[in-house]
């Protein structure tokens, strides 16, 4: 994901970008896709379960193994709701595409 480390780099200033990503618990069966203009914040609020009472908190979703950075929120929301409509099989294939060993990418956000 070095390619899109280095992109995530160059547009993180960028101002109304958006992001799309999916995160999984720690055995990677559960799978949660979400979309916000901060991704790193994100992140790291479904990791420290900020939100005792959701769906991420409830399931352990602490683990993001796979994100796009689009160009505005208005186009990720869109991006979101494709990816959403996938099936699981399409958000795997998608996952694998470019993480496939599912790593944690939340330390090439800092």
């Given amino acids: 994901m070095t390619e899109g480390n280095n992109l995530f780099q160059l547009m993180r200033f960028m101002q109304n970008e958006g992001y799309i ?3 999984t ?3 990677n069966t559960i ?3 979400g979309v ?3 991704l790193k914040t994100r992140v790291y609020e479904h990791k420290t379960g900020k ?3 959701s769906f991420t908190h409830r ?3 602490i683990k993001l193994v796979y994100f796009e950075i689009l160009s505005d929120i208005n186009a990720a929301i869109i991006r979101e709701k494709q990816i959403k ?3 699981r099989k399409k958000k795997i294939d998608l996952i694998i595409s470019s ?8 330390e090439e956000l800092r």
């Fill in 21 to 23: 990503y999916i995160m």
């Fill in 25 to 27: 618990n720690k055995n």
């Fill in 31 to 33: 799978l949660y896709t």
């Fill in 36 to 38: 916000t203009s901060d």
């Fill in 51 to 53: 939100y005792k009472k």
């Fill in 59 to 61: 399931y352990n979703i």
């Fill in 85 to 87: 409509a996938g099936s």
């Fill in 99 to 106: 993480n496939p060993n599912w790593n944690d990418l939340f």
